[in-house]
Each structure stands twice: as structure tokens, then as C-alpha cells.
């Protein structure tokens, strides 16, 4: 049986690697200066990115939760997936051949990699079902809705048949067991025993914002099914309806670019839109629109700024007026501006682009509006506004709304605009509105993600020493932003000037910590040594060092960081010879001028002055 990984192999496979690919691929990251990447933290809700990437250390640190560590850390927390499989899986992306140690642990797997492997296989038995002469009503409802064989190969449809279990024994073909297929929602259990849960539908595999397949939908085709139209995956470990966004997989990389997605009802909905070139739709998956998919949307976007759009596409129907609605609850934990776009005649995308062409798709994004004012005029929709009684109710339906808006420059307006649909006057709508606003608890509405701590919370952690609770002295100045670059930069620096810099005890005892990790980590020249320099700090400072190794250093290029970075090194040294030669005039009012050890304390001063100009010359 294999051993563990030669430790060779995961030291290449990370070299190799680049974090911010990884991570990239669930968070939209920003430059925040010379080597260093930014984005909203994955591991907790905020409303500003306080997650830094440092590629080149090949590092990440959360400044608001505190979490971080290397590219294995971080698909271990995101994947819940074991180490061995963390480096399995980043060793396949690169095509490197791993080799494993005879006689040492049998590699350490979780179920979690056999559910991925099982929606795989799935996935590639519904597209080869596609082109079977059983598809063929497949082929005709994809086709109606504009669909050809590219368009299908595209997003990964397949096809399902009717039997009971061909995907079943496809599957145990394989190698996969009944119990895996079950614990990946692939079959159901009967009486006896398992068979297909998919059956005579058209198939469209859902993937995570990675690529990985984690489940599937299928709508029926046959008038003899009696099963439900749409048919989902039911939860699994890997599968969780409440996060998971059809399409995301593929828009992902336009949303972040553009920082705008389309929300749209349904899989042939995000395919006509991506063909018809809105390449940032998604959709839900058979659950409606939430909180977790706006967690997940906002850290893909990058939504820390008002600078962003989300469209929502609704039916106008009262089903499609509810979702908006219900849309609008959540919505307002977006920074970016959240609209609603409803198609000419009632027609969903699809339907649109059917019947108009792809032009007529892409123009629906300019018909949007305000969320603000479509769910304005939903509220007041059901009243008489020629009616003096009409006018009021709809005026105490509509006064929370807008007195529920978070930014003091809109809410004005939105009174201006409440008041010119009520055709009231504008003082009245702006009382009702403030009185909208003390009943609702004075304005007030729960911290926002990201917000800061109330004082108990803050307190647990009060021991905790960051950069934001050191002194603000010289001495401890030098100190910090002297670690701060040989984290950063030491590969680059002269490892002598390093040395000699680190072999000088430091003033602040937690920087100090950090000091006597850095100096005794082994191969600063090794990719990924100050990763291991920051996880061998001894705690409670470990957490300090993560900051030094990802904080912005101060600079506008490498070569000015590497150069700030050894000038600060050089500052250390000068500094332990000026504190050595104060020691040395002290000393020397304590001996007789013409003794043996007065000669040599002169001497040593002597030496000191020459050594200290040498050094400062250097960095002239």
C-alpha cells in the first residue's frame, strides 16, 4: 500500500503553485500594493476586504478573523478535504507526478473525494446518454429553446434514460460502491435496493465555483413521469442548494472583472444568456435567492464599493413580484446597487431569445430600474391612489421602505420619488417616513457583516498582539516593518545583513518572538520558508507574525522594497552598535586611562566607529 507523500513532492507541488490562482477562483482579489493581493475573506462575512494574498510567499491573513496559512490551509478549511488530498488535487492541476513513501501511512482520504469522483463519472455518463437514439426527445426540447450540440457540450448537458439503473451500473463499473451513490444523491432506495434517481430527463450537472461537479438538474420529458417538472440533487456533504449558483462556475470570471452579475430563474435562462454574450448570469438552484448566495456572490465580485450592479430577472407575474420581494429582504446586504429587469411581454430570457434574437436578451439589461423603485411600486400597486384613503395606506405600505435605506444621500430622494408616485406632498412622505424609521427601532438594523465587534466579543481577544496594539515608538517601528521585510523580501536580501540583523535581540517582546522563529527558519532561499517561519512563532505571537509575513510593505516596487527592506536590516545593525558603544563609554569613566582594559575598550570603540561607517556607507 502507497505511503505518505515524499515531503519533496509537496514542497514542489506548492513551489509550483500559485495561491492566488487557488484562491482566486472564489474571491475576487485586488493589487494592495508590491506583492500583495486583496480581497473579501472567505472565512467570514465583511463589508470591506481585510484578506490579504501574498503570492509570492505563497501565504494568505485575514486581518478581521485572523485566519491564514499556505494553499494546502486553505483548501483543507474551504474543501474540507485532507491534507494528502489537498496536495493530490493541486498536483493534478499541474500534471506532476507524485511519489509516495513505502512503508510510511496509507494516503489519508475523506468520503468527500469519492462524492467529487462519483459526480464526475455521472456527469460524463448523462453527456455520452446525449447522443444515444433514446436522447432524441432530449435533443428536440433543447433544441425548441435554441439549443444545438455545441450549446449543450458548452454547459455539459446530458441525458438521463429511463431505465432503472443505467447510471447505476455505469457507476459500479467503476469502481464506486452503493453506498457512495447514495451519499452523492445519485440513487434513491426501493425495496430492492437502489436505483437510478434520474430518469428520462434532461440533465445539466451542477458545479461549484471551482469547476467541480457537486450535483445535478433534470426536467422531466416524458408525459408518463410523475415526478415533479424539476428534479434537484437532495443534500449531500458536497452539495448545498442554499450556496450553490448555477452558471458561477462559468460567469465567475466576468463577475469579478465586470463586478456585476445577472440573477435569472433557471438553467436555460443563464445558457441563453451566456450565448447570447451576458457571460455574468446565474441562477439559483431550486431554492430561492438568499443569504448565503450573496455571501458567496459578494466575495466572488469583489463588492466592496457601491461601484458594482445586480440584476435581478423576474417574471412580472405575482410568483416572480413575491421573489423580488423576498429579493429585496436580502439584497440590501449588497455595497454594490441591486436592480430588476423584467423582459418585454412577460419572457424570461430564454423565451426571449428564442423569439427576438440575441440583441433582444442584452437589451434587457437596459431596461433595468431600482430595486428600490420596483419594490416601491409593488407595494403600492394594490391601492386607489385617486383616493385619499388610497393614497395614505399606500403611503404607510411603502414609508419603511424607504426608511429602511442605509445611505443618507438616497433616502431623501427615494421620499422625493415615494411622494411624487403618491402625488403627495413631499413634507408628509418625509414624516411618515421617519416615523417608519423610529418604529422600525430607530433606523437601527443589525451590524453588517464586517462590522466591528460588540466590547464582550472584543475583550476575549484583548491579549492578543497585533500590529494595530503595538507602541507607536521608533524603536518598535524599526523593529516591525524590519520583519516585515525580511518576511517579505528576505530571499532577495544579502543573507549576512539578514543574520546579523536577526541575531540582535529585539526590544518588544513579541516582535522579539517573531525574531528568534525568522532567524532559526532554515533556507530562506526555499520557496515557502517564511510560511514555515510564521507557523514555528510561538504562540501567543503567532498571529502577529501572520500579519508581518501579508501586511503591505511600504514601497512601489520590489526592487524599492528589497532595498527598503535591507536598509531597515542595516538600521538594526547600527542601532546594536550604537547600543554596544554607549555600554563601551560607560564603561571606560570606570577604569584607569592607561590600563589593559582600557586600551582595548578604546580599541573596540575605535573598531565600532569603523564598522558603523562601513555599513552606513553601504546603504548610501
Not at 492541476?93 to 455521472?122: F, K, M, S, V, W
Request: aromatic letters at 6%; one cysteine or more.
Amino acid at each position: 500500500m502507497a505511503g505518505r507523500i515524499r515531503q519533496a513532492d509537496v514542497d514542489e507541488v506548492k513551489a509550483r503553485t500559485n495561491i492566488a490562482d487557488i484562491i482566486g477562483e472564489r474571491v475576487a482579489l485586488k493589487s494592495a500594493g508590491v506583492g500583495s493581493m486583496k480581497g473579501l475573506c472567505p472565512f467570514h462575512d465583511e463589508r470591506s476586504p481585510s484578506f490579504n494574498v501574498r503570492p509570492q510567499a505563497g501565504f494568505y491573513h485575514c486581518f478581521g478573523c485572523g485566519e491564514s496559512g499556505d494553499v494546502y490551509s486553505f483548501l483543507r478549511a474551504m474543501d474540507h478535504v485532507t491534507f494528502t488530498e489537498a496536495v493530490e488535487r493541486l498536483a493534478g492541476r499541474i500534471g506532476y507526478a507524485l511519489h509516495y513513501e513505502d512503508g510510511g501511512a496509507a494516503p489519508e482520504h475523506t468520503g468527500r473525494a469519492r462524492l467529487y469522483a462519483a459526480n464526475a463519472a455521472a456527469a460524463e455518463f448523462f453527456r455520452s446518454q446525449l447522443m444515444t437514439p433514446e436522447a432524441d426527445i432530449a435533443r428536440r426540447f433543447l433544441g425548441q429553446r435554441g439549443f444545438d450540440a455545441g450549446a449543450a457540450a458548452h454547459f455539459g448537458v446530458g441525458f438521463a434514460p429511463k431505465g432503472w439503473e443505467g447510471m447505476t451500473k455505469a457507476l459500479r463499473a467503476k469502481g464506486f460502491t452503493d453506498e457512495e451513490l447514495s451519499s452523492a444523491g445519485l440513487v434513491s432506495q426501493g425495496q430492492r435496493g437502489v436505483y437510478d434517481r434520474f430518469r428520462g430527463r434532461v440533465i445539466w450537472p451542477i458545479r461549484d465555483v471551482t469547476g467541480q461537479v457537486i450535483g445535478f438538474g433534470a426536467r422531466k420529458l416524458f408525459d408518463d413521469d410523475n415526478g415533479p417538472k424539476y428534479l434537484n440533487t437532495p443534500e449531500t456533504t458536497i452539495y448545498k442548494k442554499a450556496q450553490v449558483l448555477y452558471g458561477l462556475d462559468l460567469a465567475k470570471r466576468e463577475v469579478s472583472r465586470q463586478h456585476q452579475v445577472v440573477v435569472v430563474e433557471g438553467y436555460t435562462d443563464v445558457m441563453a444568456c451566456h450565448l447570447a454574450g451576458i457571460t455574468t448570469a446565474i441562477a439559483t438552484c431550486g431554492t430561492a435567492f438568499g443569504a448565503d448566495h450573496i455571501t458567496v456572490l459578494r466575495r466572488v465580485m469583489g463588492d466592496d464599493s457601491t461601484a458594482g450592479e445586480v440584476v435581478f430577472t423576474f417574471d412580472p407575474d405575482a410568483a416572480g413580484q413575491k421573489a423580488a420581494l423576498r429579493a429585496f429582504a436580502d439584497a440590501k446586504r449588497f455595497n454594490a446597487q441591486t436592480y430588476v429587469a423584467t423582459g418585454p411581454e412577460g419572457l424570461d430570457p430564454c423565451d426571449l431569445r428564442l423569439a427576438r434574437g440575441d440583441g433582444a436578451v442584452r437589451a434587457l439589461l437596459e431596461t433595468k430600474v431600482p430595486m428600490v423603485e420596483f419594490v416601491l411600486d409593488q407595494r403600492i400597486s394594490g391601492y386607489d391612489l385617486r383616493t385619499v384613503e388610497g393614497r395614505v395606506g399606500a403611503l404607510r405600505t411603502a414609508a419603511p421602505v424607504v426608511a429602511e435605506l442605509r445611505d443618507p444621500l438616497l433616502q431623501p430622494e427615494y421620499v422625493r420619488v415615494l411622494a411624487r408616485r403618491l402625488g403627495m406632498d413631499t413634507e408628509d412622505v418625509r414624516r411618515e417616513v421617519e416615523r417608519a424609521g423610529r418604529s422600525n427601532g430607530g433606523g437601527r438594523r443589525d451590524a453588517a457583516p464586517g462590522a466591528a465587534e460588540p466590547p464582550e466579543a472584543a475583550d476575549e481577544g484583548a491579549l492578543r498582539v497585533t500590529l494595530a496594539t503595538l507602541p507607536r515608538t521608533p524603536d518598535v517601528g524599526i523593529e516591525r516593518d524590519a520583519l516585515m521585510g525580511v518576511l517579505q523580501f528576505g530571499h532577495r536580501m544579502d543573507p549576512s545583513l539578514v543574520a546579523r540583523a536577526l541575531d540582535l535581540p529585539f526590544r518588544h517582546p513579541a516582535l522579539d518572538a517573531v525574531r528568534i522563529a525568522v532567524r532559526d527558519a532554515p533556507g530562506m532561499q526555499r520557496p515557502g520558508w517564511s510560511v514555515d517561519a510564521v507557523a514555528a512563532v510561538r504562540e501567543p505571537y503567532r498571529s502577529l507574525a501572520a500579519e508581518l509575513l501579508a501586511a503591505d510593505f511600504p514601497a512601489l516596487s520590489d526592487d524599492e522594497a528589497v532595498s527598503s527592506a535591507s536598509d531597515l536590516a542595516r538600521r538594526l545593525v547600527i542601532r546594536g552598535f550604537d547600543h554596544e558603544k554607549a555600554e563601551l563609554l560607560g564603561a571606560i569613566q570606570r577604569v584607569p586611562a592607561d590600563s589593559e582594559e582600557g586600551r582595548a575598550i578604546r580599541l573596540r570603540l575605535r573598531e565600532l566607529d569603523a564598522r558603523r561607517q562601513a555599513l552606513a556607507d553601504e546603504g548610501s
